[in-house]
Protein backbone atom coordinates (compact mmCIF):
# COMPACT_ATOMS: atom_id res chain seq x y z
CA UNK A 1 0.00 0.00 0.00
CA UNK A 2 2.89 2.66 0.63
CA UNK A 3 4.35 1.73 -2.41
CA UNK A 4 1.13 2.39 -4.38
CA UNK A 5 0.96 5.80 -2.93
CA UNK A 6 4.58 6.50 -3.57
CA UNK A 7 3.48 6.26 -7.25
CA UNK A 8 0.29 7.38 -8.14
CA UNK A 9 0.61 11.08 -9.71
CA UNK A 10 -2.41 12.54 -7.28
CA UNK A 11 -2.48 10.72 -4.22
CA UNK A 12 -0.36 10.29 -0.89
CA UNK A 13 0.76 11.88 2.32
CA UNK A 14 3.37 9.71 2.95
CA UNK A 15 2.70 8.69 6.75
CA UNK A 16 1.15 12.16 8.73
CA UNK A 17 1.21 10.25 11.76
CA UNK A 18 4.99 9.31 11.98
CA UNK A 19 5.92 13.07 11.97
CA UNK A 20 3.30 14.96 12.38
CA UNK A 21 4.81 17.59 14.94
CA UNK A 22 7.72 18.07 12.45
CA UNK A 23 4.66 18.86 9.69
CA UNK A 24 3.49 21.11 11.97
CA UNK A 25 6.29 22.95 12.79
CA UNK A 26 7.33 23.36 9.67
CA UNK A 27 4.44 24.08 8.22
CA UNK A 28 3.20 27.06 10.28
CA UNK A 29 6.96 27.94 9.90
CA UNK A 30 6.74 28.00 5.87
CA UNK A 31 3.28 29.65 6.67
CA UNK A 32 4.22 32.91 8.47
CA UNK A 33 7.67 32.96 5.86
CA UNK A 34 5.14 32.70 3.08
CA UNK A 35 2.48 35.62 4.65
CA UNK A 36 5.22 38.60 3.27
CA UNK A 37 6.35 36.93 0.21
CA UNK A 38 3.10 35.92 -1.23
CA UNK A 39 1.87 39.80 -0.78
CA UNK A 40 5.10 40.94 -2.54
CA UNK A 41 5.37 38.80 -5.60
CA UNK A 42 1.73 39.70 -6.27
CA UNK A 43 2.22 43.11 -6.05
CA UNK A 44 5.33 42.71 -8.19
CA UNK A 45 3.27 40.42 -10.89
CA UNK A 46 1.51 43.65 -11.09
CA UNK A 47 -1.60 42.20 -9.52
CA UNK A 48 -3.85 42.56 -6.69
CA UNK A 49 -1.99 41.40 -3.34
CA UNK A 50 -5.03 38.73 -2.40
CA UNK A 51 -4.03 37.16 -5.96
CA UNK A 52 -0.58 36.14 -4.23
CA UNK A 53 -1.89 34.81 -0.94
CA UNK A 54 -5.21 32.84 -2.67
CA UNK A 55 -2.39 31.26 -4.88
CA UNK A 56 -0.18 30.42 -1.78
CA UNK A 57 -3.68 29.06 -0.13
CA UNK A 58 -4.93 26.68 -3.25
CA UNK A 59 -1.39 25.80 -4.98
CA UNK A 60 0.54 24.96 -1.71
CA UNK A 61 -2.39 22.32 -0.93
CA UNK A 62 -2.39 21.32 -4.02
CA UNK A 63 0.68 21.01 -5.00
CA UNK A 64 1.73 19.12 -1.93
CA UNK A 65 -0.83 16.51 -1.93
CA UNK A 66 -0.11 15.91 -5.88
CA UNK A 67 3.01 16.89 -6.70
CA UNK A 68 6.63 14.59 -6.76
CA UNK A 69 8.35 16.28 -3.07
CA UNK A 70 7.41 15.37 0.00
CA UNK A 71 8.54 18.91 1.56
CA UNK A 72 8.01 21.24 -1.59
CA UNK A 73 6.32 24.72 -0.58
CA UNK A 74 4.45 26.24 -3.88
CA UNK A 75 3.56 29.90 -4.38
CA UNK A 76 3.99 32.77 -5.86
CA UNK A 77 7.83 33.43 -6.48
CA UNK A 78 9.93 35.97 -7.84
CA UNK A 79 11.08 34.22 -11.09
CA UNK A 80 7.31 33.67 -11.81
CA UNK A 81 6.83 37.57 -10.81
CA UNK A 82 9.37 38.89 -13.41
CA UNK A 83 7.68 36.97 -16.85
CA UNK A 84 3.85 37.80 -15.09
CA UNK A 85 3.82 41.58 -14.74
CA UNK A 86 4.83 41.96 -18.20
CA UNK A 87 2.35 39.31 -19.81
CA UNK A 88 0.01 41.03 -17.14
CA UNK A 89 0.80 44.91 -18.48
CA UNK A 90 0.62 43.37 -22.14
CA UNK A 91 -3.10 41.20 -21.36
CA UNK A 92 -4.51 42.15 -18.41
CA UNK A 93 -5.19 39.50 -15.40
CA UNK A 94 -7.84 37.70 -16.95
CA UNK A 95 -6.23 36.19 -20.10
CA UNK A 96 -3.36 35.36 -17.61
CA UNK A 97 -5.38 33.19 -15.71
CA UNK A 98 -6.10 31.33 -19.33
CA UNK A 99 -2.91 31.66 -19.97
CA UNK A 100 -1.90 29.78 -16.45
CA UNK A 101 -4.33 27.03 -17.29
CA UNK A 102 -2.83 26.23 -20.50
CA UNK A 103 0.52 26.17 -18.23
CA UNK A 104 -0.50 23.83 -16.50
CA UNK A 105 -1.68 21.19 -19.21
CA UNK A 106 1.89 21.93 -20.39
CA UNK A 107 3.05 20.54 -17.62
CA UNK A 108 0.60 17.64 -16.98
CA UNK A 109 1.78 17.17 -20.48
CA UNK A 110 5.86 17.29 -19.90
CA UNK A 111 5.19 14.72 -16.64
CA UNK A 112 3.18 12.29 -18.37
CA UNK A 113 6.13 12.16 -21.30
CA UNK A 114 8.27 11.60 -18.41
CA UNK A 115 10.50 14.80 -19.06
CA UNK A 116 11.08 15.59 -15.41
CA UNK A 117 14.58 14.39 -15.99
CA UNK A 118 15.54 17.19 -18.75
CA UNK A 119 16.45 19.98 -16.43
CA UNK A 120 19.39 18.01 -15.07
CA UNK A 121 20.85 18.46 -17.94
CA UNK A 122 20.54 22.55 -18.30
CA UNK A 123 24.23 23.61 -17.20
CA UNK A 124 25.14 25.26 -14.02
CA UNK A 125 26.20 28.75 -16.15
CA UNK A 126 22.96 28.64 -17.19
CA UNK A 127 21.11 28.72 -14.41
CA UNK A 128 23.33 30.63 -12.28
CA UNK A 129 22.52 33.24 -15.14
CA UNK A 130 19.24 33.74 -15.40
CA UNK A 131 19.09 33.59 -11.42
CA UNK A 132 21.00 36.13 -10.97
CA UNK A 133 19.15 38.35 -13.87
CA UNK A 134 15.89 37.80 -12.19
CA UNK A 135 17.49 39.13 -8.78
CA UNK A 136 18.47 42.46 -10.57
CA UNK A 137 15.16 42.48 -12.12
CA UNK A 138 13.17 42.37 -9.11
CA UNK A 139 15.43 44.66 -7.34
CA UNK A 140 15.00 47.31 -9.92
CA UNK A 141 10.89 46.80 -10.33
CA UNK A 142 10.40 47.53 -6.79
CA UNK A 143 12.12 51.09 -7.22
CA UNK A 144 8.86 53.10 -7.58
CA UNK A 145 7.51 51.35 -4.24
CA UNK A 146 10.71 51.86 -2.86
CA UNK A 147 10.65 55.84 -3.74
CA UNK A 148 6.41 56.03 -3.20
CA UNK A 149 6.25 56.76 -6.74
CA UNK A 150 2.91 55.79 -8.17
CA UNK A 151 3.55 55.22 -11.74
CA UNK A 152 1.86 53.15 -14.74
CA UNK A 153 3.49 49.95 -14.72
CA UNK A 154 5.49 48.85 -17.87
CA UNK A 155 5.45 45.77 -20.03
CA UNK A 156 9.43 45.24 -20.15
CA UNK A 157 11.87 46.15 -17.06
CA UNK A 158 14.04 48.62 -18.21
CA UNK A 159 11.10 51.21 -19.42
CA UNK A 160 10.11 51.31 -15.68
CA UNK A 161 13.60 51.73 -14.52
CA UNK A 162 14.08 54.80 -17.15
CA UNK A 163 10.54 55.84 -16.14
CA UNK A 164 11.69 56.39 -12.38
CA UNK A 165 14.61 57.64 -12.92
CA UNK A 166 13.01 60.50 -14.69
CA UNK A 167 10.68 61.26 -12.21
CA UNK A 168 12.61 61.41 -9.13
CA UNK A 169 11.31 65.06 -8.12
CA UNK A 170 8.57 63.02 -7.11
CA UNK A 171 10.12 61.13 -4.25
CA UNK A 172 8.15 60.54 -0.94
CA UNK A 173 10.96 60.48 1.76
CA UNK A 174 8.02 58.60 4.14
CA UNK A 175 8.33 55.79 1.92
CA UNK A 176 11.73 55.48 1.92
CA UNK A 177 12.05 55.66 5.68
CA UNK A 178 9.76 53.01 5.82
CA UNK A 179 11.26 50.42 3.30
CA UNK A 180 14.97 51.51 5.04
CA UNK A 181 13.29 50.32 8.20
CA UNK A 182 11.93 46.92 6.86
CA UNK A 183 15.38 46.30 5.47
CA UNK A 184 17.27 46.78 9.18
CA UNK A 185 14.36 44.85 10.44
CA UNK A 186 15.21 42.03 7.75
CA UNK A 187 18.56 42.26 8.06
CA UNK A 188 19.10 42.23 11.76
CA UNK A 189 16.24 40.81 13.63
CA UNK A 190 17.53 37.07 12.69
CA UNK A 191 20.92 37.72 15.01
CA UNK A 192 18.01 38.50 17.76
CA UNK A 193 15.65 35.77 16.93
CA UNK A 194 15.63 33.11 14.52
CA UNK A 195 12.19 31.38 14.98
CA UNK A 196 10.31 34.38 13.87
CA UNK A 197 10.90 35.78 10.25
CA UNK A 198 12.25 39.18 10.00
CA UNK A 199 10.57 39.91 7.18
CA UNK A 200 7.49 39.57 9.25
CA UNK A 201 8.16 41.46 12.26
CA UNK A 202 9.79 44.44 9.52
CA UNK A 203 6.24 44.44 7.50
CA UNK A 204 4.69 44.61 11.23
CA UNK A 205 6.45 47.49 12.69
CA UNK A 206 6.42 48.97 8.73
CA UNK A 207 2.31 49.04 9.17
CA UNK A 208 2.31 50.77 12.93
CA UNK A 209 4.82 53.22 12.04
CA UNK A 210 2.66 54.35 9.20
CA UNK A 211 -0.31 54.23 10.83
CA UNK A 212 0.60 55.58 14.25
CA UNK A 213 2.21 59.13 12.54
CA UNK A 214 -0.56 58.90 9.62
CA UNK A 215 1.76 58.41 6.64
CA UNK A 216 1.04 59.63 2.96
CA UNK A 217 2.50 56.99 1.47
CA UNK A 218 0.99 54.49 -0.95
CA UNK A 219 -0.57 50.86 1.08
CA UNK A 220 -1.62 47.52 -0.59
CA UNK A 221 -5.46 48.48 0.13
CA UNK A 222 -8.43 46.07 0.52
CA UNK A 223 -8.06 42.51 1.16
CA UNK A 224 -11.47 40.44 1.45
CA UNK A 225 -12.03 38.80 4.72
CA UNK A 226 -12.93 35.51 2.82
CA UNK A 227 -11.20 32.58 1.73
CA UNK A 228 -11.57 32.13 -2.10
CA UNK A 229 -14.10 30.71 -3.99
CA UNK A 230 -13.92 29.09 -7.19
CA UNK A 231 -15.24 31.06 -10.16
CA UNK A 232 -15.63 30.91 -14.22
CA UNK A 233 -13.14 32.50 -16.66
CA UNK A 234 -15.03 34.34 -19.29
CA UNK A 235 -13.50 33.63 -22.82
CA UNK A 236 -12.59 30.34 -21.64
CA UNK A 237 -13.06 29.13 -25.21
CA UNK A 238 -11.93 31.34 -27.51
CA UNK A 239 -9.60 29.37 -29.76
CA UNK A 240 -8.13 32.59 -31.23
CA UNK A 241 -7.64 33.53 -28.14
CA UNK A 242 -5.77 30.26 -27.16
CA UNK A 243 -3.65 30.54 -29.76
CA UNK A 244 -2.64 34.16 -29.14
CA UNK A 245 -2.21 33.01 -25.47
CA UNK A 246 -0.14 29.99 -26.07
CA UNK A 247 3.39 32.03 -26.25
CA UNK A 248 2.87 33.00 -22.59
CA UNK A 249 1.58 29.74 -21.53
CA UNK A 250 4.22 28.07 -23.27
CA UNK A 251 6.63 30.45 -20.91
CA UNK A 252 4.87 30.13 -18.04
CA UNK A 253 4.86 26.30 -18.33
CA UNK A 254 8.92 26.29 -18.76
CA UNK A 255 9.77 28.72 -16.20
CA UNK A 256 7.63 27.24 -13.36
CA UNK A 257 9.09 23.72 -14.44
CA UNK A 258 12.50 24.97 -14.52
CA UNK A 259 12.32 26.32 -10.96
CA UNK A 260 9.87 23.91 -9.43
CA UNK A 261 12.59 20.71 -10.43
CA UNK A 262 15.58 23.08 -9.44
CA UNK A 263 13.86 23.96 -5.92
CA UNK A 264 12.54 20.15 -5.18
CA UNK A 265 16.56 19.31 -5.95
CA UNK A 266 17.19 21.90 -3.57
CA UNK A 267 15.60 20.25 -1.20
CA UNK A 268 16.79 16.73 -1.69
CA UNK A 269 20.30 18.13 -1.07
CA UNK A 270 19.29 19.28 2.71
CA UNK A 271 17.44 16.05 3.24
CA UNK A 272 18.28 12.06 3.71
CA UNK A 273 14.85 11.19 3.08
CA UNK A 274 13.00 10.41 0.40
CA UNK A 275 13.92 11.81 -2.90
CA UNK A 276 11.16 13.82 -5.21
CA UNK A 277 9.76 11.98 -8.46
CA UNK A 278 10.11 14.73 -10.82
CA UNK A 279 7.64 13.89 -13.31
CA UNK A 280 5.26 13.42 -10.67
CA UNK A 281 6.26 16.69 -9.50
CA UNK A 282 5.57 18.33 -12.94
CA UNK A 283 2.03 16.94 -12.78
CA UNK A 284 1.40 18.13 -9.21
CA UNK A 285 2.41 21.69 -10.34
CA UNK A 286 0.68 21.58 -13.09
CA UNK A 287 -2.97 20.05 -11.73
CA UNK A 288 -1.77 23.18 -9.42
CA UNK A 289 -1.74 25.96 -12.08
CA UNK A 290 -5.07 24.50 -13.67
CA UNK A 291 -6.75 25.03 -10.46
CA UNK A 292 -5.86 28.49 -9.08
CA UNK A 293 -6.63 30.67 -11.81
CA UNK A 294 -10.34 29.44 -11.08
CA UNK A 295 -9.62 30.89 -7.76
CA UNK A 296 -8.49 34.38 -8.45
CA UNK A 297 -4.90 32.98 -8.02
CA UNK A 298 -1.75 33.45 -10.64
CA UNK A 299 0.61 30.50 -11.64
CA UNK A 300 3.00 29.59 -9.53
CA UNK A 301 6.17 27.23 -8.64
CA UNK A 302 7.91 25.47 -6.41
CA UNK A 303 9.63 28.07 -3.45
CA UNK A 304 13.64 27.01 -2.43
CA UNK A 305 13.23 29.73 0.13
CA UNK A 306 9.95 28.74 1.69
CA UNK A 307 10.90 24.48 1.30
CA UNK A 308 14.47 25.13 2.65
CA UNK A 309 12.37 26.98 6.12
CA UNK A 310 9.74 24.00 6.03
CA UNK A 311 12.59 21.27 6.05
CA UNK A 312 14.91 23.17 8.43
CA UNK A 313 11.84 23.61 10.75
CA UNK A 314 10.80 19.73 10.99
CA UNK A 315 9.00 19.32 8.08
CA UNK A 316 9.40 15.65 6.32
CA UNK A 317 6.23 14.62 4.41
CA UNK A 318 3.49 16.02 2.30
CA UNK A 319 1.48 17.27 4.96
CA UNK A 320 3.42 19.95 5.87
CA UNK A 321 2.63 21.74 2.59
CA UNK A 322 -0.78 20.96 3.47
CA UNK A 323 -1.08 22.66 6.78
CA UNK A 324 1.30 25.69 5.40
CA UNK A 325 -1.81 26.17 3.30
CA UNK A 326 -4.27 26.02 5.52
CA UNK A 327 -2.44 28.30 8.17
CA UNK A 328 -2.34 30.78 5.50
CA UNK A 329 -6.20 30.70 4.91
CA UNK A 330 -6.62 31.14 8.48
CA UNK A 331 -4.20 33.65 8.71
CA UNK A 332 -6.31 35.71 5.60
CA UNK A 333 -9.81 34.75 8.01
CA UNK A 334 -8.75 36.81 11.04
CA UNK A 335 -5.99 39.51 9.76
CA UNK A 336 -7.37 40.69 6.33
CA UNK A 337 -8.31 44.05 7.72
CA UNK A 338 -5.22 44.75 9.28
CA UNK A 339 -2.69 43.72 5.92
CA UNK A 340 -4.97 46.35 3.82
CA UNK A 341 -2.75 48.74 6.28
CA UNK A 342 0.81 47.58 4.63
CA UNK A 343 2.46 50.17 2.81
CA UNK A 344 4.04 49.12 -0.27
CA UNK A 345 7.42 50.36 0.49
CA UNK A 346 7.75 47.47 3.30
CA UNK A 347 7.22 45.18 0.50
CA UNK A 348 9.69 46.29 -1.65
CA UNK A 349 12.18 46.45 1.28
CA UNK A 350 11.44 42.59 1.89
CA UNK A 351 11.76 41.86 -1.88
CA UNK A 352 15.06 44.18 -2.33
CA UNK A 353 16.55 42.40 0.43
CA UNK A 354 15.23 38.73 -1.06
CA UNK A 355 16.52 39.46 -4.39
CA UNK A 356 20.36 40.25 -2.99
CA UNK A 357 19.95 37.12 -1.30
CA UNK A 358 18.96 35.41 -4.57
CA UNK A 359 22.00 36.45 -6.66
CA UNK A 360 24.48 33.49 -6.42
CA UNK A 361 27.92 35.42 -5.23
CA UNK A 362 29.32 31.90 -4.66
CA UNK A 363 28.45 30.69 -8.30
CA UNK A 364 29.79 33.57 -9.82
CA UNK A 365 33.03 33.31 -7.63
CA UNK A 366 33.11 29.08 -8.79
CA UNK A 367 32.86 30.10 -12.50
CA UNK A 368 35.60 32.78 -12.20
CA UNK A 369 37.59 30.35 -10.50
CA UNK A 370 36.69 27.61 -13.14
CA UNK A 371 36.84 28.17 -17.05
CA UNK A 372 36.25 31.66 -18.81
CA UNK A 373 34.04 29.99 -21.38
CA UNK A 374 31.53 28.92 -18.73
CA UNK A 375 31.93 32.36 -16.98
CA UNK A 376 31.13 33.61 -20.65
CA UNK A 377 27.86 31.26 -20.82
CA UNK A 378 27.03 32.61 -17.50
CA UNK A 379 27.24 36.30 -18.60
CA UNK A 380 25.93 35.58 -21.82
CA UNK A 381 22.18 34.54 -20.33
CA UNK A 382 22.54 37.65 -17.63
CA UNK A 383 22.57 39.48 -20.30
CA UNK A 384 19.81 38.23 -22.57
CA UNK A 385 17.43 37.49 -19.32
CA UNK A 386 17.76 41.04 -18.25
CA UNK A 387 17.81 42.75 -21.72
CA UNK A 388 15.16 40.26 -23.36
CA UNK A 389 13.67 38.13 -21.40
CA UNK A 390 13.76 34.83 -19.08
CA UNK A 391 12.67 31.77 -21.57
CA UNK A 392 14.79 33.60 -24.68
CA UNK A 393 17.92 33.85 -21.87
CA UNK A 394 17.61 29.75 -21.22
CA UNK A 395 17.29 29.27 -25.06
CA UNK A 396 20.46 30.80 -25.96
CA UNK A 397 22.41 29.67 -22.93
CA UNK A 398 21.87 26.26 -23.50
CA UNK A 399 22.57 27.00 -27.28
CA UNK A 400 25.83 28.66 -26.03
CA UNK A 401 26.55 25.47 -23.94
CA UNK A 402 25.41 23.27 -26.56
CA UNK A 403 28.34 24.40 -28.77
CA UNK A 404 30.89 24.97 -25.61
CA UNK A 405 30.14 20.79 -25.06
CA UNK A 406 30.76 20.15 -28.89
CA UNK A 407 34.09 21.67 -28.87
CA UNK A 408 35.53 20.00 -25.91
CA UNK A 409 34.21 16.85 -27.53
CA UNK A 410 36.66 17.35 -30.67
CA UNK A 411 39.20 18.10 -27.75
CA UNK A 412 39.10 14.57 -26.84
CA UNK A 413 40.87 13.07 -29.57
CA UNK A 414 43.93 15.10 -27.62
CA UNK A 415 43.68 13.17 -24.15
CA UNK A 416 45.52 10.49 -23.59
CA UNK A 417 43.89 7.46 -21.93
CA UNK A 418 46.15 5.44 -19.45
CA UNK A 419 45.70 1.77 -19.79
CA UNK A 420 43.48 -0.51 -17.20
CA UNK A 421 44.53 -1.07 -13.82
CA UNK A 422 44.96 -4.25 -11.87
CA UNK A 423 43.31 -4.88 -8.39
CA UNK A 424 44.19 -6.52 -5.44
CA UNK A 425 42.31 -10.26 -4.43
CA UNK A 426 41.69 -11.38 -0.92
CA UNK A 427 39.99 -8.18 0.59
CA UNK A 428 37.98 -9.95 3.44
CA UNK A 429 33.90 -10.36 2.75
CA UNK A 430 33.13 -7.22 5.24
CA UNK A 431 35.57 -5.17 3.34
CA UNK A 432 34.34 -6.33 0.11
CA UNK A 433 30.88 -5.00 1.24
CA UNK A 434 31.32 -1.77 2.05
CA UNK A 435 33.39 -0.51 -0.86
CA UNK A 436 31.94 0.65 -4.44
CA UNK A 437 33.76 1.38 -7.47
CA UNK A 438 32.72 3.83 -10.29
CA UNK A 439 34.40 4.00 -13.27
CA UNK A 440 33.21 7.67 -15.34
CA UNK A 441 33.69 7.87 -18.70
CA UNK A 442 33.30 11.07 -21.07
CA UNK A 443 34.38 14.98 -20.13
CA UNK A 444 31.08 15.96 -17.81
CA UNK A 445 28.88 13.37 -15.94
CA UNK A 446 25.27 15.37 -16.06
CA UNK A 447 22.67 13.88 -13.48
CA UNK A 448 25.09 11.15 -12.00
CA UNK A 449 24.42 12.94 -8.59
CA UNK A 450 21.33 11.39 -7.68
CA UNK A 451 22.30 7.92 -9.23
CA UNK A 452 25.02 7.44 -6.44
CA UNK A 453 22.75 8.64 -3.66
CA UNK A 454 19.49 6.36 -5.22
CA UNK A 455 22.90 3.71 -4.78
CA UNK A 456 23.40 4.61 -1.00
CA UNK A 457 19.64 4.28 0.05
CA UNK A 458 19.78 0.88 -1.71
CA UNK A 459 23.04 -0.09 -0.72
CA UNK A 460 23.58 1.52 2.77
CA UNK A 461 26.41 -0.59 4.19
CA UNK A 462 28.30 1.16 1.42
CA UNK A 463 31.25 3.20 3.88
CA UNK A 464 33.91 4.24 0.89
CA UNK A 465 32.92 5.48 -3.08
CA UNK A 466 35.73 5.44 -5.12
CA UNK A 467 35.11 7.31 -8.55
CA UNK A 468 37.48 6.13 -11.07
CA UNK A 469 38.33 9.32 -13.37
CA UNK A 470 40.95 8.43 -15.39
CA UNK A 471 38.66 8.41 -18.58
CA UNK A 472 37.42 12.05 -17.95
CA UNK A 473 39.73 14.26 -19.41
CA UNK A 474 38.25 17.47 -18.72
CA UNK A 475 35.17 18.85 -16.58
CA UNK A 476 33.11 21.84 -16.51
CA UNK A 477 30.54 23.70 -13.97
CA UNK A 478 27.88 21.63 -14.11
CA UNK A 479 30.52 18.75 -13.54
CA UNK A 480 31.69 20.54 -10.48
CA UNK A 481 28.81 21.01 -8.70
CA UNK A 482 27.26 17.29 -9.57
CA UNK A 483 30.57 16.08 -7.81
CA UNK A 484 30.13 18.69 -5.15
CA UNK A 485 26.80 17.28 -4.66
CA UNK A 486 27.59 13.66 -4.73
CA UNK A 487 30.72 14.65 -1.96
CA UNK A 488 27.91 16.07 0.32
CA UNK A 489 25.82 13.66 -0.07
CA UNK A 490 27.67 10.61 0.75
CA UNK A 491 28.79 12.74 3.88
CA UNK A 492 25.49 12.78 5.26
CA UNK A 493 25.39 8.54 4.56
CA UNK A 494 28.86 8.87 6.51
CA UNK A 495 30.55 7.55 3.13
CA UNK A 496 33.91 8.57 2.37
CA UNK A 497 34.39 9.56 -1.25
CA UNK A 498 37.54 8.30 -2.79
CA UNK A 499 39.08 9.72 -6.49
CA UNK A 500 41.66 8.33 -8.42
CA UNK A 501 42.92 8.41 -11.82
CA UNK A 502 42.17 12.36 -11.71
CA UNK A 503 44.28 14.00 -15.32
CA UNK A 504 45.83 17.52 -15.31
CA UNK A 505 42.81 19.26 -16.18
CA UNK A 506 40.45 18.21 -14.00
CA UNK A 507 42.66 17.98 -11.01
CA UNK A 508 43.53 21.74 -12.16
CA UNK A 509 39.71 23.01 -12.11
CA UNK A 510 39.34 21.01 -8.39
CA UNK A 511 42.03 22.57 -6.96
CA UNK A 512 41.04 26.37 -8.43
CA UNK A 513 37.76 26.24 -7.01
CA UNK A 514 39.04 24.63 -3.51
CA UNK A 515 36.67 21.32 -4.55
CA UNK A 516 40.02 19.06 -4.21
CA UNK A 517 40.44 20.99 -0.27
CA UNK A 518 37.08 20.06 0.81
CA UNK A 519 37.07 16.24 -0.59
CA UNK A 520 40.84 15.93 0.52
CA UNK A 521 44.28 14.96 -0.38
CA UNK A 522 44.02 12.29 1.07
CA UNK A 523 41.39 10.70 -0.48
CA UNK A 524 42.70 11.03 -3.90
CA UNK A 525 45.27 8.24 -5.27
CA UNK A 526 46.64 7.64 -9.18
CA UNK A 527 44.95 4.25 -9.20
CA UNK A 528 42.02 2.12 -7.58
CA UNK A 529 44.85 -0.13 -6.53
CA UNK A 530 45.93 2.25 -4.20
CA UNK A 531 43.00 3.36 -3.04
CA UNK A 532 41.65 0.11 -1.77
CA UNK A 533 45.20 -0.96 -0.41
CA UNK A 534 44.84 2.40 1.40
CA UNK A 535 41.78 0.76 3.20
CA UNK A 536 43.75 -2.46 4.08
CA UNK A 537 47.75 -2.52 3.30
CA UNK A 538 47.64 -6.18 3.98
CA UNK A 539 45.99 -6.93 0.62
CA UNK A 540 47.93 -9.10 -2.07
CA UNK A 541 47.88 -7.92 -5.28
CA UNK A 542 45.94 -9.85 -7.62
CA UNK A 543 42.20 -9.94 -8.86
CA UNK A 544 39.33 -8.34 -7.00
CA UNK A 545 36.50 -10.42 -7.86
CA UNK A 546 34.32 -9.33 -4.68
CA UNK A 547 34.51 -5.78 -5.72
CA UNK A 548 31.75 -5.05 -8.79
CA UNK A 549 32.39 -2.04 -11.15
CA UNK A 550 30.13 -0.21 -12.27
CA UNK A 551 30.21 2.26 -15.44
CA UNK A 552 28.61 5.78 -15.73
CA UNK A 553 28.63 8.13 -18.37
Not at 309 to 322: A, D, E, Q, Y
Not at 360 to 383: H, K, N, P, Q
Request: proline letters at 6%; one cysteine or more.
Amino acid sequence: MENQIKQSPFLGLGNPFKSWQGDLTGGLTAAIVALPLALAFAVASGVEPKAGLYTAIIAGIVAAVCGGSPVQITGPTGAMAVILVGIVAQYGIEKVWIAGVMAGIIQIALGIAKLGQLVKFIPYPVTAGFTNGIAIIIFCGQLNNFFGLQLPRQEHFLDGLWQTFNHLDLINPASILIALIVIATKLIFPYINRTIPGSLVGLILATMITTFFHLSIPTIGNIPQSLPFPHSIPHWFDFKLLRELLSPALALAALGSIESLLSAVVADGMTVSEKHNSNRELIGQGIANMIVPFFGGIPATGAIARTAVNVRSGGKTRLSGVIHGIALGAIVLIFAPLASQIPLAALAGILMVTSVRMIEWEAIGLLMRATYSDLAVMLLTWSVTILVDLVQAVEIGLIAAGALFIKRMSDLSLAKIPETEVFPSGIPLELSQEIAVYRVDGPVFFGAAERFVTFLRDEPEVKYLILRLRFVPNIDTTGLVALEDIFYDLKRHNCRLMLTGLQTQVKEVLERTGLLTKIGLENCFETTTQAICSLDPNLPECDLPNVNIERIE
